[in-house]
Antibody, heavy 115, light 107 residues
């Protein structure tokens, strides 16, 4: 049974870096793309980017150079870092398997940007 | 960036009615269009992939059609458990994008 679980601080100060980890169980990270998606409260979904198990990444240009993704196959985890956050980055952040189609999602984690 | 425009934004429907949601892409995306269902306080769930391909475990009342720029999600004989927001998503070109969502309410 494939499961994904996001973890990380629920509160981040403005201008600091948001860091989240997605722990995957039930399947190896190998040979899949892994994605991050976010959803501000009451709004739609926004694709942040994806990472392959090789470490190859594609990011949404709307995040400019603020996004970094990484993968740790030994821990079966992948991570998201978003720097210089503002209140506009407050959202539920989801990790998901795949990128063309995303067939397994984490439950999501709320990250609030506030001082 | 490919923009996906869904309509309607909101639909209030009686059980057993048929629901049709459309998604229009700002440029041709072939069949690289997928549909997700998101129930309140839950993560999205893949319903249909590549415009019309069914997903194991998804009820057969959900179907998709279309290609190019115009796509449709159909729910035949709506059930109470189908109350949710539905999103289309394109994977034709980076960055991948989502439609704005269609909220389906049960009358």
């Amino acid at each position: 049974q494939v499961q994904l679980q996001e973890s990380g601080p629920g509160l981040v100060k403005p201008s600091e870096t948001l860091s989240l980890t997605c722990t995957v169980s039930g399947v190896s990270l190998s040979n899949y793309y892994w994605s991050w998606i976010r959803q501000p409260a009451g709004k739609g979904l926004e694709w942040i980017g994806r990472i392959y198990t090789s470490g190859s990444t594609n990011y949404n240009p709307s995040f400019k150079s603020r996004v970094t993704m990484s993968v740790d196959t030994s821990k079966n985890q992948f991570s998201l870092k978003l720097s210089s956050v503002t209140a506009a980055d407050t959202a539920v952040y989801y990790c998901a398997r795949g990128s063309l189609t995303m067939d397994y999602w984490g439950q999501g984690t709320l990250v609030t940007v506030s001082s | 960036e490919i923009v996906l425009t869904q309509s309607p934004d909101f639909q209030s429907v009686t059980p057993k009615e048929k629901v049709t949601i459309t998604c229009r892409a700002s440029q041709s995306i072939g069949s690289s269009l997928h549909w997700y269902q998101q129930k309140p306080d839950q993560s999205p769930n893949l319903l249909i992939k590549y415009a019309s391909q069914s997903i194991s475990g998804v009820p057969s009342r959900f179907s998709g059609s279309g290609s190019g720029t115009d796509f449709t999600l159909t729910i035949n004989s709506l059930e109470a458990e189908d109350a949710a927001t539905y999103y289309c998503h394109q994977s034709s070109s980076l960055p991948f994008t989502f439609g704005g969502g269609t909220k389906v309410e049960i009358k």
